[in-house]
């Protein structure tokens, strides 16, 4: 992920997608940290206020399996397109 990227954001816990985001700064990386040692300053575009009220990540073709133990994961268009479609439809 690079500056100017748009993302999905995702409560693992609830497994439930809850936001978009602009990627608004450059990737950090701090080698101290054996996980999660990348980090990266966001933008929220759209959130859900309420994780009780986000969709769940399954429903946007997204596996929960394909999530645990990274940071982040690359989406296919479809995949990031129906979570931007879910997201939204969960802030109204």
Same mark, same amino acid.
């Given at each position: 992920?690079? @500056? $100017?990227? +748009?993302?999905?954001?995702? #409560?693992?816990? /609830?497994?439930?997608?809850? $936001? ?6 450059? %990737? ?6 054996? @996980? /999660? =040692?990348? +980090?990266?300053? !966001? @933008?929220?575009? =759209?959130?859900? *206020? ?5 969709? %769940?990540?399954?429903?946007?073709? !997204?596996? %929960?399996?394909?999530? /645990? +133990?990274?940071?982040? !994961? +690359?989406? *296919?268009?479809?995949?990031?397109? =129906? #979570?931007?479609?879910? !997201?939204?439809?969960? *802030?109204?």
């Amino acid at each position: 992920m690079q @500056r $100017g990227d +748009r993302a999905i954001l995702y #409560a693992s816990v /609830w497994q439930a997608i809850f $936001g978009v985001a602009d990627v608004a700064g450059d %990737p950090e990386h701090d080698p101290a940290l054996n @996980r /999660w =040692s990348w +980090r990266y300053a !966001i @933008r929220p575009v =759209s959130v859900v *206020t309420d994780l009780n009220d986000a969709p %769940p990540v399954e429903a946007a073709g !997204i596996f %929960p399996q394909s999530l /645990w +133990r990274h940071s982040h !994961i +690359r989406l *296919t268009d479809e995949q990031f397109d =129906s #979570a931007c479609k879910l !997201i939204e439809a969960a *802030t109204k």
